[in-house]
């Protein structure tokens, strides 16, 4: 049997750990497949690794290696929505080499426009490892639940906002304090920015949205909240009511009055009961909830990062390319996705948690509830929780379910009020 020959571009966590694997033989490897390392590329070839690639051909430019006819199938593991990693992947495909990317920024960016060359020349293209690491999310969607028509997508998609807002809650320590414990530990880079503002779980959203839906969202036209202004009071207020904090990705597909599909994507903090399955995926693992015509709810959690938790998806990838497997990458064809799918406001209906800073004074609750009288707005609960010291309190309000558009233009005018100190933090309570 002639062998499975591999090019590896980029040897962080997750490319050391392939290498390593594919030098070492995994479980199937040499029973069933040939597969070897032919190529590796790296910013560094003598750094001190786990695993000794001095036998193995380096390319100081990695869209060299895709040129080389001793390669079959390039895994690109740079990461960057563009650059080199963009370049070696049309490079790949345009080479008629198979292409097995992590890059979830590039798929989310560019995702449709490979699939097509892929499918154009018969080619191998897939990337499993883009969304929730080791969890076959891809997999499940695509192959285990093909025959069914998916009309929602909720996930935790971020490790490292999970990891925070779990150790927030256990440890009762502030933002900062976690954020800070969380780099040290290695769960979050030196510029968290994507993970805690959202930007890692955006990208994920639109690929998971792209294989069920057919509909890939432009992330400059996604509602996108971050965790940032998350405090351990919130923390504290929410497990009080009975809820959690999670940063979720949804994506759902609704029908319009004129039968028309319509998209709605969102990624941002919302209150998830405590008996919700969701509710009880801490630290740093993710977890999608998926709903199926068939199946049902079906919930898959794992681990969502990691090098050895993402080698795995990756090797999966190189298995099915071994195999001659040929399912579309999308599941659908390319010529089928619709990119930057124009997404629409939520129509249904939630309950909202708000938290207030205000000057602890008379006057200020009147005109607070003035606004929402004034909005149709109906407040199903309210707490306050006055600071004797500064003379500030913090407003706790749980409303009756309402319309986020009406929502949001209440809380432009309670940001003007006279006696707010600081804008009102807004999350929707998951039902």
């Known amino acids: 049997m002639k062998p499975i020959r591999i090019g590896i571009a980029g040897l962080g966590n997750v490319g050391e750990e392939v290498a390593y694997q594919l030098i070492k033989g995994f479980r199937v490897q040499n029973d069933q497949f040939q597969i070897e390392l032919h190529g590796v590329s790296a910013k560094s070839k003598d750094k001190k690794r786990k695993v000794n690639i001095k036998n193995i051909p380096f390319f100081d430019d990695p869209v060299a290696m895709s040129h080389s006819p001793d390669i079959d199938v390039i895994v690109e593991l740079i990461g960057g929505d563009d650059g080199v990693a963009k370049d070696l992947c049309f490079s790949s495909l345009q080479n008629k080499k198979g292409l097995i990317t992590a ?72 933002f900062d304090e976690v954020l800070s414990d969380a780099q040290k530990k290695g769960y979050a880079e030196a510029d968290p920015s994507f993970d805690i503002d959202g930007i890692d779980a955006a990208h994920k959203t639109i690929i998971l949205s792209g ?81 199926s015509s068939l199946a049902g709810s079906v919930m898959i959690t794992g681990a969502g990062a990691g090098g050895k938790p993402t080698a795995s998806a990756v090797l999966a990838d190189i298995v099915d390319f071994a195999n001659g497997t040929n399912l579309l990458s999308f599941g659908r064809s390319s010529f089928e996705i619709k990119n930057n799918y124009n997404t629409k406001a939520y129509v249904d209906k939630f309950r909202f948690y708000l938290r207030l800073n205000v000057i602890d004074k008379s006057g200020v609750l009147a005109n607070l509830t003035s606004i929402f009288k004034d909005h149709e707005l109906s407040i199903e609960s309210f707490i306050q929780k006055s600071n004797h010291e500064d003379k500030t309190a913090e407003l706790v309000i749980i409303t009756h379910e309402a319309d986020k558009l009406i929502l949001d233009k209440a809380l432009i005018s309670i940001i003007k009020l006279d006696g707010v100190i600081a804008e009102p933090v807004c999350l929707s309570i998951y039902s």
């Open 211 to 291: 294989l069920a839906y057919g509909k890939m969202p432009n992330i400059n036209n996604l509602a996108i909240k971050g965790i940032r202004n998350i405090s351990l009071n919130d923390i504290k207020y929410c497990s009080e009511l009975g809820y959690k904090i999670k940063l979720l990705g949804n994506s759902l597909v609704t029908k319009n009055e004129d039968n028309e599909e319509e998209l709605f994507c969102s990624i941002e903090p919302w209150l998830i009961p405590k008996n919700f399955g969701l509710s009880n995926v801490s630290g740093v693992l993710n977890a999608v909830q998926v709903q």
């Open 103 to 174: 890059n979830k920024a590039l798929i989310a960016k560019y995702g449709k426009e490979l699939a097509e060359i892929a499918e154009n020349d018969n080619l191998f293209f897939s990337f499993e490892a883009s969304v929730a690491g080791g969890i076959p999310i891809l997999k499940l969607i695509r192959e285990g639940l093909i025959v069914n028509e998916i009309t929602k997508l909720t996930g935790i998609l971020n490790g490292t906002a999970n990891y925070i807002l779990s150790e927030m809650e256990l440890t009762e320590k502030n």
